[in-house]
């Protein structure tokens, strides 16, 4: 009985340890790019302030008549300043370049890894406000689209 409390113990901390870790390798690793957001909601009652943020590479722009979930890769544009707007999208990965995986449903995508931001208790509703003044989400993008948010940058 201890060697099975001993290995789900081992598995438990192997797993643990292996997503943190590919998560900060993603934020130290991945090539940073800013993308323009817009505030949803700010708070949930079981896991406390956080604010659902809408981007502007959200809208997919062609009109689709069915509304079923699809898995979309989005390439982006770079520009001086290191915004990022939509270049292509795409069902296909793509090769090479800086992209981000989404689904699309409709004429909306949204990026799961990247919709929601938490912060400290009580600032939700702070940086809600400020992000309606307009801000930009850094976010650092890995090879295979993956993203992870480092920072929120509003503009005062």
Known sequence: ????????????????????????????????IL????????????RGDYVVLDYDIGAAGEK???YKEHKVY???NKDSQGIGSV????AVKPENGLFLKGIKYG??????????????EGAGKELEKKLAQG?????????NGSARIKEIITIE
Do not use: C
């Open 1 to 32: 009985m201890k060697k099975f409390l001993y290995i789900i113990i081992i598995l438990w901390t192997v797993l643990t340890a292996s997503s943190l870790f590919y998560n900060e390798s993603l934020i130290r690793g991945g090539e940073e």
């Open 35 to 46: 993308l323009k957001v817009k505030p949803v909601d700010p708070r949930d009652f079981l």
């Open 64 to 66: 689709q008549s069915d």
């Open 74 to 76: 989005v390439s982006l």
């Open 87 to 90: 270049k292509e999208i795409s």
């Open 107 to 120: 004429r909306r995508i949204t990026y799961p890894s990247i919709q929601k931001y938490f912060v400290k």
């Open 135 to 143: 801000a930009y989400a850094k976010i650092s993008v890995s090879r």
